[in-house]
């Protein structure tokens, strides 16, 4: 449990629910705040409780655990070797078909995979390129005879496959890629070749060493016409672990994290699969050569083939949230035992995490992550009602895509962030590999890459938000556009989409121009941060209006002048879909002494955002100076009101020893720095202790 600190602050603001609702007065004095750990803990674990937990019991084994130190070829071996045990213990093949051993439990089998982080970044990323990915594209991209085909053999890891997707020449522009796949009618077979180096797939696991098969994309060509992009089941090895004819490639050897995937390179040249080998489910081509597909667009048909494959970002966000868990809960520990020098006794030196700028280091980035808990929930409920078909119409996919692409790169680069800072605060300490801090920092940093580039993500989001508010105002004069950037509209064009799903239509509730002492208040902290999004949104909307009209090239250098701007917006959007998640999960709270710690670290998360973008804020006149000031300010009484709740805090998390591993975060701290104080205390007791020069120095005057 945390130290406790008594203050007289009192937080009686009126919170206001997410309905608009007034609720019941929090009025809990923070020396009677009390964290209900066990019942915060459940909370945390989400939607599927049992699934994390059984996830992190099979994390928590030590056969399961990363061996700091190993050599590649080693640490390969070992993760393949956990992929068999994952088999045995059948927790991984849970979002697959009944009738094939699975449990069509979609929430559930991504809750429990991204708790394999705990165990070895590694393990959780091999494991999802296994069923997450290889044979995910069989099982949402085939039909019934690719899963009897194909799945057995993916699930039980008899064949071990490759998701060929990514080139050298093209990453997050799958559209382009130039692998091709011609059909030859006279053998009912696809020939399928890398037609230059820059073609060939790369960055894929399972490819350099284990794989025998792949789910490869190449344009679909037949009767001379290009269909775009589709998937096809393709064998890459025999038993004895040979190329099979027409295929080779290379190993892309030492990596900077995640070596315990053996990553590496393919090409084909004139390599032949049956026509049946096509997973079919958008696109078919009948003996003859004859497309079809029950999406006529193409662009559409791409698109809907590449979002059911969303699930790689659903399950990066949650396991980067965890990586900024389990970095915070070594930090903040190792913080709370560590002292160093003697600021207020002559005797006892200080706890760092009693001064303030290390607890500024730590707590906002403890909120965000809290944050990010209840975001992700939220994103892996509306993956489940889309991949379990309770609501999978186009426009809840395009929600579920849109939410993946939104929070994918906040979790994955708070992540990133989080673990350099927690290092850092660890000092030398946090740079030993024995307290994993490195190690987990080197293995996420492709994290922010893969499953799509973070900010191409985020252009994906700005370009549905400017979707949906051109729809919005599709017949309103460019006039009454420029009044919307300076008045804030009542009916709130960002609002009324659907990427607002988190949380219920938010309405306006007036002016900001609200007293300081009211910066706690939630309605006060939506109106800043939702005001923000629209205002970004509505003034790029004015000045790519009429793009349409400009020729190809001028209609591109118009919206790349602005791509910036979109970005950033994006990201307002995500952070803004944060924190309604977080603001639902603290009115579920029912402990007064929890939910009043928890009113203040959801009031940090939505102040830090503020103060983080203050210039935006006083530029755009939405702050004075003077409530600028007061933002940073009431921050900072936040981390003073939070510091004795830091330990329950982290502790919330659920992470066992078995889960942390790291030595600094087991109280081996604390038991150094007793010894410490025992020898010196007994030291000035016998009378032997040296004097001190400065003292002989005050003497003598």
């Known amino acids: 449990m945390g130290e406790r600190q008594d203050t007289a602050m009192v937080d009686t603001a009126i919170r206001t629910s997410v309905s608009g609702t007034t609720a019941a007065t929090v009025e809990v004095a923070p020396s009677d705040a009390r964290i209900d750990v066990p019942a915060l803990a459940h909370q945390l674990l989400g939607t599927w409780p049992e699934a994390r937990l059984a996830s992190r019991a099979l994390a928590a084994k030590p056969e399961m655990q990363r061996i700091e130190g190993q050599s590649m070829d080693d640490h390969r071996d070992r993760v393949f070797h956990q992929l068999k045990l994952l088999v045995e213990n059948g927790q991984v093949l849970k979002a697959f078909p009944k009738r094939l051993g699975g449990a069509d439990d979609h929430g ?161 040249t004139g390599v032949r699969v049956p026509r049946t080998n096509l997973l079919n489910r958008y696109g078919d ?156 920092r080197a293995d996420l940093d492709v994290y922010a890459t893969f499953e799509g580039d973070n900010n191409v993500l985020l252009q994906l989001v700005a370009k549905r938000l400017l979707t949906d508010y051109s729809r919005k105002f599709a017949k309103v004069d460019a006039g009454a556009l420029a009044r919307y950037v300076v008045e804030q509209a009542t009916d709130r064009a960002v609002h009324s989409s659907g990427l607002r799903s988190l949380a219920q239509t938010v309405k306006d509730f007036g002016s900001t121009a609200r007293s300081v002492s009211q910066l706690r208040d939630t309605n006060v902290q939506r109106e800043l941060l939702t005001e923000r999004v629209e205002s970004m949104i509505a003034e790029v909307a004015t000045k790519l209006r009429g793009a349409n009209k400009l020729s190809k090239q001028a209609a591109s250098d118009l919206f790349n002048a602005h791509q910036n701007e979109l970005i950033e917006a994006a990201r307002a959007h995500g952070e803004l879909l944060q924190w309604e998640a977080f603001t639902e999960g603290v009115e579920q709270i029912q402990d007064p002494g929890t939910k009043q710690v928890l009113t203040w670290v959801h009031d940090l998360f939505g102040l830090s955002l503020i103060e983080k973008h203050l210039a935006w804020y006083l530029i755009h006149g939405r702050l004075s100076p003077q409530r600028g000031q007061a933002v940073s300010a009431y921050v900072d009484r936040l981390i003073a009101r939070l510091r004795p709740h830091a330990l329950d805090l982290v502790e919330a998390f659920g992470f066992a020893p078995e889960h942390v591993r790291a030595p600094i ?37």
């Open 665 to 701: 975060a087991t109280g081996q701290e604390a038991q150094r720095q007793q010894e410490a104080a025992d020898y010196f205390a007994a030291l000035r007791a016998s009378g032997d202790a040296p004097v001190d020069e400065k003292t002989l120095s005050k003497k003598s005057r």
């Open 108 to 268: 559930g089998n991504i809750a429990g995979f991204e708790e394999l982080v705990l165990a070895d970044p590694s393990l959780q990323i091999k494991s999802g390129v296994q069923w997450g990915l290889f044979g995910a594209a069989i099982l949402h991209l085939g039909t019934e005879p690719h899963h009897d085909a194909f799945l057995p053999g993916a699930m039980n890891l008899d064949v071990p496959g490759a998701f060929a997707m990514t080139e050298s020449g093209h990453g997050s522009d799958v559209a382009s890629i130039a692998t091709t796949a011609t059909y030859d009618p006279e053998t009912q077979e696809f020939v399928i070749d890398t037609p230059f180096r820059a073609a060939w797939k790369d960055y894929l696991g399972n490819a350099a060493v284990h794989g025998k098969a792949a789910t490869l994309f190449a344009q679909l060509i037949t009767d001379g016409v290009n269909h775009g992009v589709h998937c096809f089941y393709v064998p890459i090895r025999d038993d004895e672990g040979a190329f099979l004819p027409g295929i080779g490639g290379e190993d892309d050897g030492l990596k900077g994290g995640l070596n315990g995937i053996d990553n590496g390179r393919l090409h084909f």
């Open 285 to 440: 081509v009948a003996e003859d050569g004859t497309y079809s597909s029950p999406i006529k667009s193409p662009g559409r048909r791409f698109f809907t083939m590449l979002g059911t494959l969303v699930q790689g970002r659903v399950s990066l966000d949650g396991a980067a949230t965890s990586a900024s868990a389990l970095a915070l809960q070594i930090a903040i520990t190792y913080g709370s035992e560590r002292r160093q020098f003697n600021a207020g006794s002559d005797t006892q030196e200080e706890v760092i995490l009693d001064y303030q700028r290390h607890q500024r280091r730590l707590l906002p980035r403890l909120a965000t992550t809290y944050a990010q808990i209840f975001a992700h929930d939220r994103l892996l409920v509306k993956f489940d009602e889309v991949f379990s078909g309770k609501a999978d119409s186009d426009d809840d996919r395009q929600d579920l895509e849109t939410l993946a692409a939104a929070l994918k790169p906040l979790s994955t680069w708070h992540a990133l962030d989080t673990l350099q800072e927690a290092r850092e605060a660890c000092g030398g300490n946090g740079f030993l590999a024995e307290n994993r801090l490195t190690g987990l």
